[in-house]
T-cell receptor, first 117, second 111 residues
Framework: AAGVIQSPRHLIKEKRETATLKCYPI?????VYWYQQGPGQDPQFLIS???????DKGSIPDRFSAQQFSDYHSELNMSSLELGDSALYFC????????????????FGPGTRLTVL | GIQVEQSPPDLILQEGANSTLRCNFS?????LQWFHQNPWGQLINLFY???GTKQNGRLSATTVATERYSLLYISSSQTTDSGVYFC?????????????FGRGTQLTVWP
């Protein structure tokens, strides 16, 4: 079965640089979620999109922005990178029959490991 | 947001042993998922179980929604079961989709 695809899988950046993470949801999934997992931490919700509109926003720094495109893939843009942004970034997708209010399973991608030097 | 507590934080087992992991949550939920994070960092879906009982091979899970807890059972553990097990929930009163994660149980299975 098709899974969530994330690219790149690994990314190394210098402080103050920018990074773009991409997420391709499972086909026919219309909701995408982004989570950040710091070393030794549990995943923390950043932002989500349903039908290309932002549906929820968590503790996402103002330096980060995201969007969902017409083909439902999503990109997380991160600017002015800081050492503390080093983390594993997960994208998850779900199929909301009536939108993100539906209780359904979130499927996680393999993650992008970002290292900021 | 909803609070999720997992216990024990760490668990060390000999291969072949059985174990029970617990997840308590502070409010009614409409989504509860158990994940296994392997040593490579991948989050593997184990169960979607906001209520009731499910089984998948050596793993089973039970959620008692009225008492706000869920249990994950691992039988005849194997070294490949090692990793972190996360419980994640979405509050029933929530109109948005985010999952709240517990801090996980670090399981180590020795041969």
């Amino acid at each position: 079965a098709a899974g969530v695809i994330q690219s790149p899988r690994h990314l190394i950046k210098e402080k103050r640089e920018t990074a773009t993470l991409k997420c391709y949801p499972i086909p026919r999934h219309d909701t995408v979620y982004w989570y950040q997992q710091g070393p030794g931490q549990d995943p923390q919700f950043l932002i989500s999109f349903y039908e290309k509109m932002q549906s929820d926003k968590g503790s996402i720094p103002d330096r980060f922005s995201a969007q969902q495109f017409s083909d439902y893939h999503s990109e997380l843009n991160m600017s002015s990178l800081e050492l503390g942004d080093s983390a594993l970034y997960f994208c998850a997708s779900s199929q909301g029959a009536s939108g993100p209010l539906t209780a359904d399973t979130q499927y996680f991608g393999p993650g992008t490991r970002l290292t900021v030097l | 947001g909803i609070q999720v507590e997992q216990s024990p934080p760490d668990l060390i087992l000999q291969e072949g042993a059985n174990s029970t992991l617990r997840c308590n949550f502070s409010d009614s939920v409409n989504n509860l998922q158990w994940f296994h994070q392997n040593p490579w960092g991948q989050l593997i879906n184990l169960f979607y179980i906001p209520s009731g009982t499910k089984q998948n091979g050596r793993l089973s899970a039970t959620t008692v929604a009225t008492e706000r807890y869920s249990l994950l059972y691992i039988s005849s553990s194997q070294t490949t079961d090692s990793g972190v097990y996360f419980c994640a929930v979405r509050g029933r009163g929530s109109t948005l989709g985010r999952l709240y994660f517990g801090r996980g149980t670090q399981l180590t299975v020795w041969p």
